[in-house]
């Protein structure tokens, strides 16, 4: 039934209880290792000690680093020990900090018992070994049901070293990085149509993709370029709904491959580095089509596993080298 004064009658309740715990605890001069919360205990007692714990200057002078809290659920109306359970692991979650529930049953009685348990490196061992035990001596089933946590802590704990940029060794990197030599520029491009819904709203020429119109694409592209083949490109047919078109000229050559549907792929190599180039070639498609460049990959291709681009072989030229190999230069 609800009192008007009830806050205030809780309120004083929980400082009786504070200070009733902290004399004994200084009697004793320690600190709390074991909280059941038994059968008797009313849900009135849970929300005052609940109170009490959620405080963090009280949890540092009430409980010990590695403590337990018990509290049993013999009857189906006390499912809310549970819940305070869950609060304690809440409060003090951590990788070590652990929840499980023991579940003992006869044919005609089940009991649950809760645990929390602030820190245990041996918990999942030691509560194996207690509900074996009782199991036991009193000839009932149980079973560890929804642990969590219980992960180990380790005390062997150092800093890690902590390296300077000298202790490395980069003689073989800067070795690999002076050997490269830049013989060609690779460039792959991946085209897509636009979304289908442009396309049927639209409902051009642009719309269409074929294998005529690949290949018209293809002669009007290379117009653009003013590139002097050394002969005529190649068209295979054969693959699928899609085809593949290829030309070679003394400084380079492009496979143009197109899937069939709403892809068109753009593999060129030219001895040249000359991104312009490549653009020029490449807006015939997205102009003409409703094609989009959706992946640009710029490749250098040349001997030492080269990977770096001709504005990094310029710094080798002029013996600037890369930052991270200035104590190298001179050797």
Known sequence: EYQNDSVARKYSCEKIILATMKNNLQKNEGLLDVLVLDSSAPYAMAQIFHTIAARSKNRGLLFSDNFLVLAPIVEPEDNWRRGFLNKFWAMFRSDATVRSDIIFTTEKKRVEVGIFSSVDNMYNHQVLDVTRSIQGRLNITGHIHNLKGGLPVSTDYSLPNISLYSDYDLLESYSQWTSQTQVGFQTIIQMEMQDRHQRIRLKTEKTRLSREKIRSLFDKAFAE??????????????????????????????????????????????????????????????????????LRDVIPRGLGRIVSISADSKQKQNNTGPAWALSFEGE
Request: proline share 3%.
């Open 225 to 294: 370029v003013k590139v002097k083949r050394s002969m005529e490109p190649h068209q295979f047919n054969d693959l699928g709904d899609g085809c593949s078109i290829a030309a070679f000229w003394p400084r380079g050559s492009v496979v143009v491959l197109w899937d069939g549907g709403s892809h068109v792929g753009i593999n060129w190599f030219t001895l040249d580095e000359d991104d312009e180039f490549t653009s020029s070639f490449v807006g015939q498609f997205t102009r003409l089509t409703l094609l989009k460049v959706v």
